[in-house]
């Protein structure tokens, strides 16, 4: 069974710094990589898609790198902004005919001013 | 452009009650649909998916169940409510097999259970 876990769990950071969060998962045979944001009592917004052949993906000040073999991906936030502030999720999906999500319990970030 | 729709917003019930949860989506035909719940302190729960009309497929044995009328619409269902099945819903949507596609969420619904 495939299990996607999240590291930091919460994160404060001020305005202004670069900052990494970090997703692993267990079974190396994906079909892709997700990486959503969340506000709070609100649903999820797709920000990075990797597929499972691609090594990174860069929208903005966002860029998120995927290590198959490894079970890793990073999600890197360059010069981080208040307006950043949410709950970061990664989610893996199996490589089936689906595309059901397998999703860690994300990563709380603060930005302050 | 698809957009998906959820509703209500917010669900307040008492145990043993009813529930049906709507989500449509617009802009796209034959998408995949997936309800998932989120309860508090823990991730993402796939409930339901659907690749078709009539076609449903449970990932967790519960009282919930779900159903799919139309093409683009997709409910999700109780006869009887337990204190167990708060938490935030959520419907979301893809392209048939397609590694380029991310899926799609809808605003959720907080339901609470008294």
């Known amino acids: 069974k495939q299990e996607v876990t999240q590291i930091p769990a919460a994160l404060s950071v001020p305005e202004g710094e670069n900052l990494v969060l970090n997703c692993s998962f267990t079974d190396s045979a994906i079909y892709n990589l997700q990486w959503f944001r969340q506000d709070p009592g609100k649903g999820l917004t797709s920000l990075l898609l990797i597929q499972s052949s691609q090594r990174e993906q860069t929208s903005g000040r966002l860029n998120a790198s995927l290590d198959k073999s490894s079970g890793r991906s990073t999600l890197y936030i360059a010069a981080s902004q208040p307006g950043d502030s949410a709950t970061y999720l990664c989610a893996v999906s199996r490589g089936s005919t689906l595309g059901r999500l397998y999703f860690g319990r994300g990563t709380q970030l603060t930005v302050w001013p | 452009s698809q957009t998906i729709h959820q509703w209500p917003a917010t669900l307040v019930q008492p145990v043993g009650s009813p529930l049906s949860l709507e989500c449509t989506v617009e802009g796209t035909s034959n998408p995949n649909l997936y309800w998932y719940r989120q309860a508090a302190g823990r991730g993402l729960q796939l409930l339901f998916y659907?690749?078709?009309?009539?076609?449903i497929s449970s990932e967790v044995p519960q009282n919930l169940s779900a159903s799919r009328p139309q093409d683009r619409q997709f409910i999700l269902s109780s006869k009887k409510l337990l204190l167990s099945d708060s938490g935030f819903y959520l419907c979301?949507?893809?392209?048939?097999?397609?590694?380029?596609?991310?899926?799609?969420f809808g605003d959720g619904t907080r339901l609470s259970i008294l």
């Open positions: 979301a949507w893809s392209v048939l097999p397609n590694r380029d596609q991310p899926q799609h």
């Open positions: 659907s690749v078709g009309i009539g076609q």
